[in-house]
């Protein structure tokens, strides 16, 4: 099936700094990719939906400037968590889809930032 | 897209088949069935769907009632690396790629050696 790939899998980065987190697809071209964050014992919450070529589009209450979303080509997706504080702490995994006839989903292996 | 309802958590034994249940009892005509596992600090994994036939493949066999209104995934012989939370999730698939996966809180299946 379609590989996403994520880089990092894991981060440690110090209060007020920036990190940015990087989306793939490999083996297929995606014209949107989603973000979605994950904290501990709970499910995905979609954050952001990423259009190449375009604006992203943010789900209610998270905040754009904070959480800066580029799609440069259409098998890169970048998300860069801006000004980290210990509560951005969290699971962040990116999602594709692929095109024509194929509908499932598929998902990087996540990136676990620790704000410290 | 039609709201799901799983049980919260499930014990499976080591070689035994893990059944898993979800209701969805308001699915449209037109709505397929998904099934996503995940397994702690990964990524969701896709493992099937169907609209109203009975699927399986390498991974699981899917079993949708006559009347669509629920479902059952199916790991014949659970190992312990099928530990992991199990997403039920219906949806109309749209070619288009754009309308993004919702999770709801799934069933966390354990099984047990």
């Known amino acids: 099936g379609a590989v996403v790939s994520q880089h990092p899998s894991r981060v440690i980065c110090k209060s007020g700094t920036s990190v940015k987190i990087e989306c793939r697809s490999l083996?297929?071209?995606?014209?949107?990719m989603f973000w979605y964050r994950q904290f501990p014992k709970q499910s995905l919450m979609l954050m952001a939906t990423?259009?190449?070529?375009?604006?992203?589009?943010?789900e209610q209450g998270v905040e754009k400037d904070k959480f800066l979303i580029n799609h440069a080509s259409l098998t890169l997706s970048t998300l860069t968590v801006t000004s980290a504080h210990p509560e951005d702490s969290s699971f962040y995994i990116c999602?594709?889809?692929?095109?024509?006839?194929?509908?499932?989903?598929?998902f990087g292996q996540g990136t676990r930032l620790t704000v410290v | 897209d039609a709201k799901t309802t799983q049980p919260t958590s499930m014990d499976c034994a080591e070689g035994r088949a893990a059944n898993l249940p979800c209701n969805h009892s308001?699915?449209?005509?037109?709505?397929?069935v998904y099934w996503y596992r995940q397994i702690h600090s990964q990524g969701p994994q896709y493992i099937i769907h169907?609209?109203?036939n009975n699927e399986t493949n390498e991974m699981a066999s899917l079993i949708i009632t006559e009347d669509r209104k629920s479902s059952t995934l199916i790991l014949p012989h659970a190992t312990l690396r099928d530990t992991a939370v199990y997403y039920c999730?219906?949806?109309?698939?749209?070619?288009?790629?754009?309308?993004?996966?919702?999770f709801g809180k799934g069933t966390r299946l354990s099984v047990i050696a």
């Open positions: 169907g609209l109203k």
């Open positions: 990423s259009n190449e070529g375009s604006k992203a589009t943010y």
């Open positions: 308001t699915i449209s005509g037109n709505e397929y």
């Open positions: 999730i219906v949806r109309v698939p749209r070619n288009s790629g754009n309308t993004p996966l919702v």
């Open positions: 999602s594709a889809r692929g095109q024509g006839g194929n509908t499932e989903a598929f």
């Open positions: 083996d297929f071209q995606a014209t949107t």
